[in-house]
């Protein structure tokens, strides 16, 4: 079973960039679909970014586009995501985990497993 666990998160003001990552144990990291949600207290898991095995496919929430960037390295097993011009209400923990299911309209419900997750906190 692939192990994950994230690291990168912390206190960023707002219009601040954190940048994530992923680590991922095994060998067949490159045949996993990828991603990113987050959880904000009391509210529902929400998806941020997806990550097709290969790379050559990625997706991202409504409320993340063009501001987030997933990307990965299949030879370092590693998985990154790039946040710039963060807003309050990107604060949450975020998790990166492998998605049983890849498609346009991902949720976090197609997460199979993920690691312990790392808080972000965006505040002045």
């Known amino acids: 079973q692939m192990m994950l666990s994230e690291s990168g998160g912390g206190l960023v003001q707002p219009g601040g960039s954190l940048r994530l990552s992923c680590t991922a144990s095994?060998?067949?990291?490159?045949?996993?679909?990828m991603g990113w949600f987050r959880q904000a207290p009391g509210k529902e898991r929400e998806f941020v970014a997806g990550?097709?095995?290969?790379?050559?496919?990625?997706h991202y929430a409504d409320s993340v586009k063009g501001r987030f960037t997933i990307s990965r390295d299949n030879y370092k097993n590693t998985m990154n995501l790039q946040m710039n011009n963060l807003k309050v209400e990107d604060t949450a923990v975020y998790y990166c985990?492998?998605?049983?299911?890849?498609?346009?309209?991902?949720?976090?419900?197609?997460?199979?497993?993920w690691g312990q997750g790392t808080q972000v906190t965006v505040s002045s």
């Open positions: 985990g492998w998605l049983r299911n890849y498609y346009s309209e991902m949720t976090a419900s197609d997460f199979a497993s």
């Open positions: 095994g060998r067949t990291f490159h045949s996993y679909n």
């Open positions: 990550i097709s095995g290969s790379g050559a496919r990625i």
